[in-house]
């Protein structure tokens, strides 16, 4: 009703000053002031015309400001703002505060309640809800727990998790990661400048360092590196190397004595790798861990080749032991896995196939025989076990 009475108001007094203008202009006989309008001439008619019209503005001003300081008071109520949005309106609906989003609409001020703000919601969101405002809101997306980081060693070089952003790690970083996840203690800052860009000269080196140490916390978090003094070092509680995971296995596996408890160990360790060791990764200085980690690899690939038959599972052990001499031909411990193998599935032929081939490898490629364990299990498994060598 305030609002409807402001309008009419509003019309009543342009009326009345479209009326006034127009009694002004067809009076008779006319007024003194515009009389003296019409007769004069040169600045002194200017004058009397800029006189006439600021006492016409000055008008309409007051009428103006009269008009909207009462359509301010018949705005001031909370129940006349209009809710643009159903939300908003069915909040009004249910008594809650209204009005128009402060976001949306900053010049339209919003009604102040009198009653105290609730600081804690009288019901807990459920998963769903919550979920729901974790996704919408970007002020708490960034409250959401990072991924673990992760590096990846056995196998192509993989560094997972962290922060999300649009562009991946350097190369220098990445490079930098890899060869503090293979070397737990660290390294002095010029021992890893050497390591990594031998090619550079020592100051275009440390400026490398410098900005790979930066570029990895901007990605894994500001605690993925440590420094003291001249040495950096990879904080192991903030991320998860897959070499740290094979050594602990590898000393459980040598704990145990017999083949038989140690094979679900085995297949932890061996599912750790995802290839050989940093492959595809040209690191002049990483050649020595890869020689390590593949011994290792070959050394468990045996130990669950020997586990698989001591439980029956001949054909487990043949895998294991080609997956090995597929990377490392000469092997004779694991050639003779793969015999032993053969001869459990009775493959006679398969085995004299294999001791054949191993015997022209040796000596083409190093002059040598196989050895004597390897002689002796061929015969054996040939039932030749009374012939002399």
């Known amino acids: 009703m305030r609002t409807l009475g402001a309008r009419i108001l509003v019309s009543v007094c342009a009326a009345v000053l479209v009326m006034a203008i127009w009694l002004l202009s067809e009076s008779r006989p006319p007024l003194p002031a515009t009389e003296r309008f019409a007769t004069?001439?040169?600045?002194?008619r200017l004058l009397d015309f800029v006189a006439w019209l600021g006492c016409l503005l000055l008008a309409i001003g007051l009428l103006y400001r009269i008009a909207r300081r009462s359509h301010q008071r018949s705005a001031e109520s909370p129940a006349l703002i209009r809710h643009l949005y159903p939300i908003e309106r069915e909040r009004s609906r249910r008594g809650a505060e209204g009005g128009y989003s402060v976001r949306a609409f900053p010049l339209i001020p919003r009604p102040r309640s009198s009653l105290p703000r609730e600081t804690t919601p009288a019901v807990e969101p459920t998963q769903p809800e919550l979920q729901q405002m974790t996704d919408g809101s970007p002020g708490l997306r960034s409250k959401r727990p990072q991924p673990a980081a992760r590096i990846s060693v056995l196998g192509p070089l993989t560094i997972t998790g962290g922060s999300e952003h649009g562009r991946r790690l350097r190369g220098a970083t990445r490079e930098l990661l890899g060869y503090l996840a293979l070397h737990p203690a660290g390294g002095q800052r010029d021992q890893i400048v050497d390591a990594l860009w031998p090619e550079h000269?020592?100051?275009?080196?440390?400026?490398?360092?410098?900005?790979?140490?930066?570029?990895?916390?901007?990605?894994?978090?500001?605690?993925?590196?440590?420094?003291?003094g001249d040495r950096y070092q990879l904080n192991r509680t903030q991320i998860t190397v897959d070499v740290d995971d094979l050594e602990q296995l590898h000393i459980e596996i040598g704990r145990v004595e017999a083949p038989k408890p140690s094979l679900p160990l085995l297949e932890r360790a061996l599912g750790l790798f995802a290839g050989q060791p940093l492959s595809g990764s040209d690191f002049p200085w990483a050649e020595s861990e890869q020689r390590r980690l593949s011994a290792i690899q070959l050394e468990l690939l045996e130990r669950a080749g020997l586990a698989r038959l001591a439980v029956g599972d001949p054909a487990g052990a043949l895998a294991n032991a080609e997956h090995g001499l597929a990377h490392e031909p000469f092997n004779e411990k694991l050639a003779r896995v793969a015999m032993r193998a053969e001869g459990a599935l009775g493959l006679r032929s398969a085995v004299i196939n294999r001791y054949e081939k191993l015997c022209q490898l040796l000596a083409d490629h190093l002059g040598l025989?196989?050895?004597?364990?390897?002689?002796?299990?061929?015969?054996?498994?040939?039932?030749?076990?009374?012939?002399?060598?």
Do not use: K, V
């Open 40 to 44: 004069a001439s040169g600045a002194d």
């Open 201 to 228: 000269a020592p100051e275009q080196g440390r400026s490398r360092l410098w900005r790979a140490a930066a570029d990895a916390r901007t990605h894994l978090g500001d605690e993925i590196l440590t420094r003291d």
């Open 369 to 389: 025989q196989p050895h004597r364990q390897t002689r002796s299990l061929y015969r054996q498994l040939l039932g030749q076990d009374n012939q002399q060598e």
